[in-house]
């Protein structure tokens, strides 16, 4: 995808972040939220069509994005950083529901979490692209998942930090 995709995918990822911190991320909520975004946006340009349908196609699916994330993940979503949870809905919806390819969306969404997140989330992350991808073309075995807590680590509380937890999945992903 061109530049202008990736430009759009940042400001749906914008949009998505910003809902859930907001503890918005509901679907009639997000698509407000989404409404005033294509008037002004954080970055003070108003999100584009491409973004906006981005923003749609997760508001379509939210549940259902989320379910597989958590089917594809032992981790499970809500243990997941902010950035790691509002890339993978927007990746997953593109792959899934927008028929996006797994190479273009591992792409663009590897080089945002390099600038906004962290870097060990990218293994982990196109894992789930991947799953996603298998589960498309009916390869995914019930017992597939992305493994995330090696031998030996108990899984956590949820006040665990996000950087571990990241840390811990991309380690576990390669």
Partial sequence: M???GLTQRKRALDVIFEAEQ?????PGLLRELLAERQEVST??????KLGVDL???VADHLYEIDGMID?????GLRRLSSIDRAVLRLGVGEIYYGGTNVA????????IVRELGNDKSIGFITAVFHRTKESLTGETKAHDTVPVAPSGVSAGSPAESAESA???SAESAD
Avoid: C, G, N, T
């Fill in 166 to 168: 990241s840390a811990v």
């Fill in 71 to 75: 089917d594809y993940s032992k981790f």
């Fill in 104 to 111: 273009e969306a591992i792409r663009d969404y590897s080089e």
């Fill in 55 to 57: 923003v749609d196609l």
């Fill in 2 to 4: 061109a530049r202008k």
């Fill in 22 to 26: 907001k503890d918005i991320l509901v």
């Fill in 43 to 48: 970055h003070q340009v108003p999100i584009q």
